[in-house]
């Protein structure tokens, strides 16, 4: 091969890829608005994306896959945690998250934790090629159908102190077996006012739970045998 | 060492050894955070801020080392002086400044917030400053003379591409997916595009002075190597378009272009080799020999196997986002441009002490120690990348409870990460105190 020959490759290599990605990119951000609902995203949107930004959440969490990997990925975040749980989390993540590794208190305003869960509830809604992927296991193992309050169970986070299976936190009791040792009554009791067993308890009461999600989690867990 | 301004690189290179020592040391802070769950420093020193500027700091390193080799190889190939050694120690001073506010503003909590591109706006500003006064010095030099050799003017694109790219990170977009789109303008297009151009054209240069090959042979593949990579690079960026909201046709663009982008590598590989083979000289700098094979190698084992391995689409779905991805970061960043930085220092240290002969072996100290602990750290984090894209991806554990299994190989990263910082430390020292004791010539 000659020396003109590589420049040939060197040149029309270059120009080929990047004519590419020029084209594809064209394209590309044609049908952004669409997949990312663009419409959806108003101004308060903009503001819960600087507030993420400001915060620099992105160097522990990743975000569409992007990121820091000490944290939880958000992508979906909004997919299975409510607003009120991630406002509860935000204003004070240790007493919400206690167990194991630790996200700092970030002082955030009221109205940053508001833009914020509006940001990443749009972000929720983007098409990501369905991404993350859907367990593999969980799946194949379609057969066992989960309990309403199994959903309530992880959405509440409660697994952050309370061990199932020997899955879980260490700081409240362990729940394998609860449904031997406690009765609905005071099951449904304890989840309304943590106090009125024990009255240096540091459980948060969940009395504000819906009526029916409370059920669920009062009918699951007193299953638990 | 022909001209007088060639030391010029010498306090570039002062401060990038200085840096990487930093460096390191906040990745052994950050590391020690993924070991214990109780971080004394939450509300001093997050994990985000220590990560932050362990990351800057390698970029900021890495861009000292590249400009340092710049101001060493130009002069040689244009044959004349640096045009204004006042601009580059200006731009020096001014980088360098830059660098300790960002760093001290990540402390204080000052941030933008973009992984890599956590500089506050009026800091970016500043950044394109300093490339513009250096692109103008470097390209006012090779005007001088106007010898396009290959090597130089592929440099002078490579470095050109590498200040453009920059420029799609600085604003703002309201758009998360389309922020990320254009970062990745910055990201990829820097490391599979101009920083590969950059590291080309060094290490053409350093081969062909160190072994005394046919420049003719030298440039051709330069060409050939340059072109490739961009061929593969550019369009490759679609592997970083799978999954952010971008069409999913990307996956088929991103799927093809990136599974070729290990040939280009694995040519540099082949090229070094041979050139190495039929050197026409007697190579008494057996450090910057050791660098400069020792990096194609790991180049290619750490940009090209590690990339490979999780760039089709149908793999990526389950690692993107996991350790498997720190892994191939670390060795690839480690073989790629850590070690071709080394090779231009090492190969021009002694030229300007004036050194004929220095002793070598704390040098081969540093290189056999940071190698294997380098790699001992990249299979560490590549099994607890396993276990996460296992536990997490496709048995549905969730994300802290997997944590919780990755940690013993989380331990074995960081106490290698320490034995890396031993190699480190014989590398600083062994650059501040080579050639004494010694007759300079």
Sequence with gaps: MTKAQAKAIFVWGTVLSAVILLALTYNSLSQIPQRTHADRLDAQVATGKWVWQKHNCNDCHTILGIGGYYAPDLTKVMSYRDADWMRRFLNDPGAVWPASRKMPNLHLKDQEITDLIAFLSWVNGIDTNNWPPKPMAATASAGTVEKPGEAVYRAQGCSACHSIGGVGGHVGPDLTKVGSRRDREWIEEQLKDPKSHNPNSIMPSFAKLPEKDREDLVDYLSGLR | ?441
Aim: glycine share 10%; net charge positive; aromatic share 18%.
């Design chain 2, 1 to 441: 060492m022909k001209y007088e301004s060639q030391k010029i690189a010498y306090k570039y290179f002062v401060l990038a050894t200085l840096l990487f020592g930093l460096q390191v040391v906040f990745g052994l802070i950050t590391g020690a955070k993924y070991v214990w769950d109780f971080d004394p420093l939450i509300n001093i020193l997050p994990f985000n801020t220590s990560r932050a500027i362990h990351i800057n700091l390698l970029v900021v390193w890495l861009l000292f080392g590249f400009m340092g080799g710049t101001y060493y190889l130009v002069p040689e190939e244009a044959d004349t002086e640096i045009y204004s050694p006042w601009l580059a120690n200006l731009q020096l001073y001014l980088f360098a400044a830059i660098g300790v506010t960002a760093i001290a503003g990540y402390i204080a909590g000052w941030s933008w917030g973009m992984p890599f591109l956590e500089q506050p706006t009026i800091l970016k500003i500043g950044i394109v400053v300093v490339a513009l006064i250096f692109l103008f010095n470097i390209f006012m030099t090779m005007m001088k003379t106007k010898k396009w050799t290959v090597i130089q003017g592929v440099l002078l694109g490579g470095l050109v591409m590498l200040a453009v790219m920059f420029l799609f990170g600085i604003f703002f977009m309201k758009n998360l997916t389309t922020q990320y789109y254009f970062w990745w303008w910055v990201i990829h297009l820097w490391v599979e595009g101009a920083w590969e151009i950059v590291t080309g054209a060094i290490m053409a240069f350093v081969l062909l002075k160190l072994t005394g090959v046919d420049r003719a042979l030298v440039e051709k593949w330069l060409y050939i190597e340059v072109g490739l990579v961009l061929f593969t690079g550019i369009a490759g960026i679609g592997h970083h378009y799978y999954w952010i909201g971008t069409p999913n046709y990307w996956l088929w663009v991103g799927g093809i272009f990136s599974a070729l982008e290990p040939v280009p590598i694995l040519f540099m590989v082949i090229d070094t080799l041979r050139d190495v083979k039929e050197r026409k000289v007697e190579i008494t700098n057996r450090l910057a020999l050791y660098w400069a094979v020792g990096c194609a190698v790991m180049h290619f084992l750490g940009a090209g196997v590690w990339g490979f391995a999780h760039t089709l689409p149908q793999i990526n779905q389950w690692t993107h986002g996991t350790q498997v991805t720190a892994a191939h970061g670390h060795f690839a960043f480690f073989g790629a441009y850590a070690m071709l930085n080394l090779t231009m220092i090492y190969f021009a240290l002694p030229q300007i002490k004036g050194l004929k002969v220095f002793n070598q072996r704390l040098g081969m100290k540093a290189f056999w120690t940071m190698n294997f602990f380098m790699i001992m750290m990249v299979l560490a984090l590549s099994v607890a990348g396993v276990i996460q894209t296992y536990f997490q991806r496709v048995l549905g554990m969730d994300y802290l409870t997997t944590q919780g299994f990755m940690k013993l190989w989380f331990a074995v990263f960081w106490v290698s990460a320490w034995g890396f910082a031993i190699g480190a430390l014989m590398y600083i020292v062994n650059f501040f105190t080579i050639g004494k004791k010694q007759v300079a010539v």
